[in-house]
């Protein structure tokens, strides 16, 4: 299910919290009863156009970035008791206003976002830095979403979503590679983003109760406190979708693979592996060769393929003697 | 396909317990049962699926079964809402 749609508001953009240089620095500094107001479009607009009167093409529903010339436009404004373009400019829904560098707006300004409801906020970034950021988490919040039944895990670094039936044996393999050195992601529930429309990035739903497994027969574990953090990871893009199935003895699996078979998620196209499950099948060592052999095509080398090559290249050499030898039979 | 709206009539929500349960009697069934809150779904076999929800008291929650015994498997899990879980 897509969950692009979901309402973002102000309130929520302040809340966010992004750490070290993905942290937005934002504070309220007035309209606060306008928190509530949505952002639909993931942009900013610098407004200096359209405080000096000219409201073609204005776009009023994105953040409205105040840097250090409009801030100066609007203190010149202000001096000459000019605030006809203020007042226009906050008949427009506007979501919010945002000014940087620390920069206090003027206390007319200030009036009059009150008056309207807008929220107006303040960082102590600079504009280009602060816009850059806030796109940057624009594209991560407004991506296309997709929660998934599945387990995530890290193995020898690629991300592996494992899918398949309840009871299938999802957790008790991603167990086995956590003892193995490898790490968890999420399990259970997969909350799947796409991002710049190429890259599908995992994590779990929640940061409070991730990290957690549940095991038949075992209850409840808690990964981080068992393994250490060592095994553990927060999010990470999905390379391989795996998909275990209960052995169906009717069914053709795949014994070469030299052809490459894709799903679709979020309109993106990842590798994909069918793996049947029979008791005395080792799935983790299926799934830790699978990873590296997935590396491996990625670095250029496509082992299956590699390896018909090799066997054609066989029969040509010995096609090519027998020619030769019954060519010298002749003589 | 069968679907039913649930509230969730205990006090403490469905924490582990009433998961467990939820989770256990869906496993009894062999239909594809999933819940759904709000714009999430998650599939009603699975125990850290369900307590991912954390639906509190008063969530409305949409139970969808598919597959040859789904009635009976929506049947089954609203009489578990039904009955608070045997809590409060």
Redesign the interface.
């Known amino acids: 299910m897509d969950m692009a749609d979901k309402s973002f508001t102000v309130l929520d953009l302040l809340n966010l919290d992004l750490k070290g240089h993905n942290s937005l620095n934002l504070k309220c500094i007035s309209g606060r009863s306008g928190l509530s107001r949505k952002i639909n479009i993931p942009d900013v607009n610098r407004p200096g156009l359209a405080l000096s009167g000219f409201y073609d093409a204005f776009a009023p529903q994105r953040v409205q970035l105040f840097g250090r010339g409009e801030d100066a436009y609007l203190l010149k404004i202000v001096a000459e008791k000019n605030l006809e373009n203020i007042r226009k400019f906050f008949t427009y829904a506007i979501p919010c206003c945002v000014f940087t560098h620390s920069l206090l707006p003027p206390d007319e300004f200030t009036a009059l976002a009150e008056d309207s409801e807008c929220p107006v906020l303040m960082t102590d970034l600079e504009s280009t830095e602060f816009s850059s950021r806030l796109l940057r988490a624009f594209s991560n919040i407004f991506a296309l979403r997709k929660s998934m039944h599945g387990v995530f895990v890290e193995v020898y670094g690629l991300g592996i979503l494992i899918l398949g039936h309840s009871g299938v044996g999802k957790s008790e393999t991603a167990l086995e590679l956590i003892e193995r050195g490898h790490r968890l992601v999420a399990d259970d529930v997969v909350e799947i983003r796409c991002v710049n429309g190429n890259t599908l990035l995992g994590q779990g739903p929640n940061k409070m109760i991730s990290h957690h497994m549940e095991i038949r027969g075992l209850g409840i574990i808690n990964i981080q406190q068992l393994y250490g953090v060592g095994a553990i990871r927060e999010q990470k893009q999905v390379q391989l979708v795996v998909k275990l199935e209960e052995w169906d003895s009717q069914k053709v699996y795949d014994r070469l693979g030299t052809d490459e078979i894709t799903m679709d998620l979020l309109g993106v196209k990842i590798p994909l592996l069918e793996i049947p499950v029979k008791p005395g099948r080792n799935i983790p060592i299926i799934l830790e060769t699978a990873a590296m052999n997935e590396r491996l095509k990625s670095m250029g080398y496509f082992s299956a393929q590699e390896f018909n090559q090799n066997v054609l290249k066989w029969i040509e050499s010995n096609e090519a003697q027998a020619n030769y030898y019954s060519d010298d039979d002749i003589y | 396909m069968t679907e039913k709206l649930l509230t969730v009539k205990n006090r403490a929500g469905i924490h582990?317990r009433p998961a467990a349960l939820i989770a256990q009697t869906a496993?009894k069934f062999a239909a594809e049962i999933t819940i759904e809150k709000d714009?999430?779904?998650?599939?009603a076999?699975?125990?850290?699926?369900v307590?991912?929800m954390?639906a509190g008291y008063n969530t409305t929650l949409n139970l969808k079964a598919e597959g040859s015994d789904e009635e009976a498997a929506i049947q089954a899990i609203s009489e578990l809402f039904d009955n608070k879980f045997e809590e409060d």
């Open positions: 582990a496993n714009d999430f779904t998650v599939n076999k699975s125990i850290m699926g307590i991912t954390a």
